[in-house]
């Protein structure tokens, strides 16, 4: 099993930034793609970005909405993620998730097989 922790939402005002981080821990030697997703209330989870953090060179992809706001980084010393958020507008307000897989770098919420809890993350004056 691979258990994942996410950590560092909270309250920012418009403009603001933050950063979430994921540790993992468990088999992690099972997973090689860690992803972060979000769902604000009343809508679906979508997708935020994913890396390649087992080989792969490092390699992230983003969703449009984030592109050049957010940065998907990787320690794997310390078994960790982070997503840096920058220039937060209102609609980035979500529970913020973690997840992992193995396999290639993808989108799709169904082919990650573990999850953690989630962090809030509130954007408002």
């Known amino acids: 099993q691979v258990q994942l922790v996410e950590s560092g939402g909270g309250l920012v005002q418009p403009g603001g930034s933050l950063r979430l981080s994921c540790a993992v821990s468990?088999?992690?030697?099972?997973?090689?793609?860690m992803g972060w997703f979000r769902q604000a209330p009343g809508k679906e989870r979508e997708f935020v970005a994913a890396?390649?953090?087992?080989?792969?060179?490092?390699?992230?992809s983003y969703a449009d909405s984030v592109k050049g706001r957010f940065t998907m980084s990787r320690n794997n010393a310390k078994n960790t993620v982070y997503l840096q958020m920058n220039s937060l507008k209102p609609e980035d307000t979500a529970v913020y998730y973690c997840?992992?897989?193995?396999?290639?770098?993808?989108?799709?919420?169904?082919?990650?097989?573990?999850w953690g809890q989630g962090t809030q993350v509130t954007v408002s004056s």
């Open positions: 997840a992992a897989r193995q396999g290639v770098v993808t989108a799709r919420l169904s082919e990650y097989d573990y």
């Open positions: 468990g088999r992690t030697v099972s997973t090689n793609i």
């Open positions: 890396i390649s953090w087992r080989g792969g060179g490092g390699g992230t």
